[in-house]
């Protein structure tokens, strides 16, 4: 398998831990708890920082390369493309919501947890499609000339909580998973 894969289904099994960690916080919430909100926020920055800056942008790379070879799974391609918009906009506003109930508004909790379920949900979805259905189409249909032009323009930045941690920006969340790990 290509490095690039290798990474992007790395990402991916990351991805499923804070996706894991995020439903373990929803769940809290939905028994009327307060949970970590901070963290929960840090969450929804790491998923939407290192998502739209890396990640999806190197799938995008890849996706393109196939639509460009004119392969019958087309569609496949395009769904997943799609989802990454709707995906980064239901991060932001899952987020909007948790930041105004840091901020003291007036919000309904069942709205609150409906849009991060709604996160979950269509995150863990993605993610499924795209090892289950795209994933093989790249390592079926593309050659090492055209993983080496992806890999000269793909984002090339470490992971800021799983590679290369930032402290500083992620200490909560990365300090969360540490302790998981050590369960």
């Known amino acids: 398998m290509h490095t690039i ?6 990402d991916h099994s990351r991805l499923r ?9 929803l769940d809290r919430f939905h028994q009327g708890e307060e949970p970590d909100y901070a963290l929960m926020d840090e969450l929804l920055e790491y998923m939407d920082s290192y998502a739209d800056i890396v990640h999806h942008p190197t799938e995008e790379l890849i996706f393109q390369r196939l639509l460009d070879k004119e392969i019958d799974a087309a569609e496949v391609l395009l ?3 799609r989802q990454h918009a709707g995906l980064s906009q239901l991060t932001k506003q899952f987020r ?6 840091l901020n003291e508004a007036v919000l309904l909790r069942e709205d609150v947890e409906a849009a991060g379920r709604a996160l979950v949900g269509n995150q863990r979805g993605h993610l499924l499609q795209e090892e289950r259905e795209a994933f093989p189409l790249a390592l079926k249909h593309l050659s090492a ?4 032009v992806i ?12 590679g290369a941690p930032d402290p500083q920006r992620f200490k909560m969340l990365y300090r969360r998973l540490v302790e998981q790990a050590q369960v």
């Open 5 to 10: 894969m290798t990474r992007l289904t790395q």
């Open 17 to 25: 831990q804070v996706l894991d960690l995020l439903e373990e916080l």
């Open 79 to 81: 769904i997943s493309q």
């Open 96 to 101: 909007q919501s948790l930041l105004g109930i």
């Open 145 to 148: 000339a055209d993983w080496a």
């Open 151 to 162: 890999d000269v323009l793909a984002p090339n930045a470490d992971d800021p909580v799983f």
